[in-house]
T-cell receptor, first 110, second 115 residues
């Protein structure tokens, strides 16, 4: 089976940097995804990591350590529109089906 | 053009009724999924279809049945609706190669309320 753990809620200030952590246990691994979900909307793709290291895409970066079963999403220069839930998801052995964590609700305050 | 479209967006119905939610994707993806998102925002897999074959069927009640007339469509039919079925249902599609997946494209969701 698969188990994914991420903080339930976080609050950060506009303009600041925030790091959202995700730890996982899975019987196999074919990659880790981060999705963003605004209230009342569908999740949208942010990043994909399959190898160890940091992937940078504009203000967002995602890091993966497969040996530690650990990932983080780093958001820089926070904007009010970044207030959303951030979902960590992993794929398991022999499957590309995504198993999602329960999501981290990020609130950005002025 | 909407890549993954679901209808209806909102559905309010009485307990005991039967209802269907439709999903269509125009991305040419091979795999389609249904996920349920409960009030705590937890996304849980219900079904997936690959080339019209059911490849994953999690422990959902058999009142829920997926129907796929072709690889661009995956509909969800629900019999004898119960209060606990109230949730947001998301359809998604994905494309894989031998080496990787490209993740999901989600539909906009169907908010089902059973009264």
């Amino acid at each position: 089976g698969q188990n994914i753990d991420q903080p339930t809620e976080m609050t950060a200030t506009e303009g600041a940097i925030v790091q959202i952590n995700c730890t996982y246990q899975t019987s196999g691994f074919n990659g880790l995804f981060w999705y963003q979900q605004h209230a009342g909307e569908a999740p949208t793709f942010l990043s994909y990591n399959v190898l160890d290291g940091l992937e940078e895409k504009g203000r967002f970066s995602s890091f993966l350590s497969r040996s530690k079963g650990y990932s983080y999403l780093l958001l820089k220069e926070l904007q009010m529109k970044d207030s959303a839930s951030y979902l960590c998801a992993v794929t398991g052995a022999g499957s590309y089906q995504l198993t999602f964590g329960k999501g981290t609700k990020l609130s950005v305050i002025p | 053009d909407t890549a993954v479209s679901q209808t209806p967006k909102y559905l309010v119905t009485q307990m005991g009724n039967d209802k269907s939610i439709k999903c269509e994707q125009n991305l040419g993806h091979d795999t389609m999924y249904w996920y349920k998102q409960d009030s705590k925002k937890f996304l849980k897999i219900m079904f997936s279809y690959n080339n019209k074959e059911l490849i994953i069927n999690e422990t959902v009640p058999n009142r829920f049945s997926p129907k796929s007339p072709d690889k661009a469509h995956l509909n969800l039919h629900i019999n004898s609706l119960e209060l606990g079925d109230s949730a947001v249902y998301f359809c998604a599609s994905s494309q894989e190669t031998k080496d990787r997946t490209y993740g999901y494209t989600f539909g906009s969701g169907t908010r089902l309320t059973v009264v």
